[in-house]
Nanobody, 128 residues
Framework: QVQVAESGGGSVQPGGSLTLSCEVT??????????MGWVRQAPGKEREAVAS????????WSADSVNGRFGILRGKTKNTVLLRIFNITPEDTAMYYC???????????????????WGQGIQVAVSS
């Protein structure tokens, strides 16, 4: 059974930075490894994938909408993923979900539909 658990989050002032952490256990590799990522959902908006990291290559992707302010990287273990947010803005206020999926082809894990396993989500609130 795959388990996904997020930590971090909370209230942040504009211009600050924040790191979210996620641990994924029980995920098996497909014939092309796996992918872990972060998806957010702002109030009244659809879910949006913001960053992902591929295994075993460690190739990373982030959405154009975050303008290079988000970084995704491995934590201390290969099944831990961090999302670092820099120069945070009120528009980053959202529920952030860690998500994961096994890869069986070359489809990019850049949309919420790709991910099969999800965490409970963690709230990030940006205000002055």
């Amino acid at each position: 059974q795959v388990q996904v658990a997020e930590s971090g989050g909370g209230s942040v002032q504009p211009g600050g930075s924040l790191t979210l952490s996620c641990e994924v256990t029980g995920l098996t590799n497909g014939n092309n490894g796996n992918c872990m990522g972060w998806v957010r959902q702002a109030p009244g908006k659809e879910r949006e994938a913001v960053a992902s990291i591929y295994s075993p290559s460690d190739f990373t992707w982030s959405a154009d909408s975050v303008n290079g302010r988000f970084g995704i990287l491995r934590g201390k273990t290969k099944n831990t993923v961090l999302l670092r947010i820099f120069n945070i803005t009120p528009e980053d206020t959202a529920m952030y979900y860690c998500a994961a999926g096994s890869r069986y082809g070359y489809e990019p894990c850049t949309t919420p539909a790709y991910f099969k396993h999800w965490g409970q989500g963690i709230q990030v609130a940006v205000s002055s």
